[in-house]
């Protein structure tokens, strides 16, 4: 099965840090995505990265970066946190592979709080 | 633009009962259509898709769905439903040929004894 594992599962963290979030899958899966879920609002994308070193921005990438230095791992920075950004944070990995018709596989989530 | 309605934030029903989860969709082109089911504090786990071919798909749990490509809808059943089966479910459109999901804002499924 696949795994993918976000590295917290809750965070307190204050305005104006820096905050990191990561999340490693274990299937070779080229495509990684975070996203952030908030009432009412479903899935939002922020950024997802297609392959190693790319990237690309989703709906929402304000306050938002991302990383991806190896095929395995995709991070989330949001370079100066802020209350808007309290929120349940997801990630999720899939494969092109299979005639590219794979379904996302998403790790358990982060619930960050911005104080 | 492309985007997923999914028109009821809660569906209610009683164990035993068929239950229905609604879902339209715009994309251009020919979609795949997927359903997840999410419990809490957990993250999102996929319950099937709809690629081509026939229009009723079966996937984990007893679930199904039927595409209905004249009105764009791709609603999730269940001929039985389980206490069990309370959660919230989200479903997501991707443009054929391309890497991004549109998700709807879910449905929260209750399931009462």
């Known amino acids: 099965d696949v795994k993918v594992t976000q590295s917290s599962r809750y965070l307190v963290k204050r305005t104006g840090e820096k905050v990191f979030l990561e999340c490693v899958q274990d299937?070779?899966?080229?495509?990684m995505f975070w996203y952030r879920q908030d009432p009412g609002l479903g899935l939002r994308l922020i950024y997802f990265?297609?392959?190693?070193?790319?990237?690309e921005k989703g709906d929402i990438p304000e306050g938002y970066s991302v990383s991806r230095e190896k095929k395995e791992r995709f991070s989330l920075i949001l370079e100066s946190a802020s209350t808007n950004q309290t929120s349940m944070y997801l990630c999720a990995s899939r494969t092109t592979g299979q005639g590219g018709v794979g379904p996302q596989h998403f790790g358990d989530g982060t619930r960050l709080s911005i104080l | 633009a492309q985007s997923v309605a999914q028109p009821e934030d809660q569906v209610n029903v009683a164990e035993g009962n068929p239950l229905t989860v609604k879902c339209t969709y715009s994309?251009?082109?020919?979609?795949?259509l997927f359903w997840y089911v999410q419990y809490p504090n957990r993250g999102l786990q996929f319950l099937l898709k709809?690629?081509?071919?026939?229009?009723l798909v079966k996937g984990s749990y007893g679930f199904e769905a039927e595409f209905n490509k004249s009105q764009t809808s791709f609603h999730l059943k269940k001929p039985s439903a389980l206490v069990s089966d309370s959660a919230l479910y989200f479903c997501?459109?991707?443009?054929?040929?391309?890497?991004?999901?549109?998700f709807g804002s879910g449905t929260k499924l209750n399931v009462k004894p």
């Open positions: 997501a459109v991707r443009q054929y040929n391309f890497n991004k999901f549109y």
């Open positions: 709809y690629i081509t071919g026939d229009n």
């Open positions: 299937m070779d899966h080229e495509n």
């Open positions: 994309v251009s082109g020919n979609p795949y």
């Open positions: 990265s297609y392959d190693v070193k790319m990237k």
